[in-house]
């Protein structure tokens, strides 16, 4: 998939765990592994925004597009 998701690097940056997010965003561990892991196809908006209220970021610091060729 040509979208990369930076759930880690963002989670590492602010020294918390994917257990913490999940409580504090209300979306399950598996589904945030999923999104992680770059296997998720799609993803809510109000997913999207409950993470970057709680990360306190753009979706753009969460998410990125590489172009397929630029692999």
Known sequence: MSVQ???????????MTLI???E???VTVVN??????????AIRFSTLTALCEVLQCQ?????SHVPERAR
């Open 20 to 22: 913490e997010l999940s």
């Open 59 to 63: 979706p753009g610091d969460l998410l």
């Open 24 to 26: 504090r965003v209300g």
């Open 5 to 15: 998701v930076h759930l880690d690097r963002l989670l590492a940056e602010r020294g």
């Open 32 to 41: 945030l592994s999923i999104l992680k892991n770059g296997r998720a196809r």
